[in-house]
């Protein structure tokens, strides 16, 4: 029996060595380039940002009427209101990826998702920045390993309860701290409901399979500023372009609508908390600028100026752009439709109580 085996194991071993031996005579492989290729949305968007802002800046005559240069105006402001904070959490993934080991977010959350999800929306408190900083950072979170749902609530908590944003809107609304408790509370709230719901509710195949994928780490033997620049200039020029369309967007309604339209909404309760909450979807006001704009607003009640707050830096035009281009469009309609609604009754119920 044992000879048999022997014979078996010699008859398998010839039937190999002509595969074997093409294989050790073949020509080696050339070397794979390590090299990521840009998606061809990011590359397009990219170039039609640059377009927009070459058409913006021409001077040409019917770009010099009234309207068209308010258009110009708000979508330039926004755009760079914005960029430096885009900027920030580019640079703030890219340096995730490349620099923090892959275990460590997974070791400091709490293992049950359901306690990790009120860790991770406190913990937005410690990035000062706004929205556009907060979406490649949750993109950098997953792709390491974090559960969407505590990515989900630190996206939606770290641009309304930063001390920026906190700071900004003790100054818009001075000698009124209860403003200051209420908004707190109320983002905090709506940004753990939210990462609860979708621990319910949430199926992994509403994201784009690039952001579920989850990421190992640093790569031995790679540069870890070389990871870190390509990182930062995939994140960037992908959502660059979201950015720039969702500026635009909020432009043409801010030029659009009539000022006489907000005096229509003032005078309901009701009507005046849901005009304001989609009033900061169209408008795009970057997180540490809304207090001001919600101070301004004397005609409407205390909770529909905090609906505003509230809202803005969770749901906005160039915030669900930044949702598509990053997560995919089927992830963004549905978790944009959901955080609006869960807000608005967050800010209903905390305003009620303490404004």
Do not use: Y
Not at 4 to 32: F, K, N
Not at 53 to 75: E, I, M, S, Y
Not at 170 to 188: E, Q, Y
Not at 274 to 285: H, R, S
């Amino acid at each position: 029996m044992e000879k048999t085996d022997e014979l078996v194991g010699v008859a398998e071993d010839v039937a190999e060595s002509p595969a074997v031996l093409s294989a050790d005579l073949a020509p080696d492989p050339p070397p794979r380039r390590d090299r990521p290729r840009p998606h061809a949305a990011a590359i397009a968007l990219a170039v039609a940002a640059g377009a927009a802002v070459l058409f913006l800046l021409a001077g040409t005559g019917w770009l010099n009427r009234p309207a068209v240069q308010a258009w110009r105006t708000v979508c330039l402001a926004i755009t760079v209101q914005a960029l430096p904070f885009l900027l920030l959490g580019t640079a703030l993934s890219g340096a995730i990826n490349a620099f923090v080991p892959a275990n460590l977010f997974t070791r400091v959350l709490p293992k049950r998702p359901a306690l990790a999800v009120p860790v991770a929306g406190a913990a937005g408190a410690v990035l000062p920045g706004c929205e556009c900083a907060s979406v490649p950072v949750a993109s950098s979170l997953i792709r390491r390993g974090v559960d969407p749902a505590a990515a989900f609530a630190f996206l939606l908590s770290a641009p309304a309860v930063n001390p920026v944003v906190l700071t900004a809107t003790a100054v818009a609304f001075p000698g009124n701290p209860a403003v200051v408790a209420a908004r707190l509370i109320a983002s905090l709230g709506a940004a753990a409901v939210m990462g609860w719901l979708w621990l319910w509710l949430g199926r992994e195949e509403w994201l784009r399979p690039l952001a579920r994928r989850r990421h190992t780490g640093h790569r031995h033997g790679h540069s870890r500023w070389r990871e870190f620049r390509l990182g930062f200039q995939h994140d960037f020029l992908h959502a660059g372009g979201f950015l720039v369309l969702g500026a635009m967007a909020a432009a043409t309604f801010n030029v659009t609508v009539p000022g006489s339209v907000l005096d229509t909404f003032s005078g309901s309760p009701w009507l005046s908390v849901l005009f304001l909450a989609a009033l900061a979807v169209l408008l795009a006001v970057c997180s540490e600028a809304d207090a001001f704009v919600a101070a301004s607003l004397t005609g409407f009640s205390p909770t529909a100026r905090l609906a505003f707050m509230v809202v803005g830096p969770m749901v906005d035009l160039k915030l669900i752009a930044l949702q598509a281009g990053t997560f995919g469009r089927a992830f963004a309609w549905r978790f944009s439709t959901a955080t609006t609604v869960v807000a608005v009754a967050a800010s209903t119920l905390i305003g009620g109580a303490l404004l």
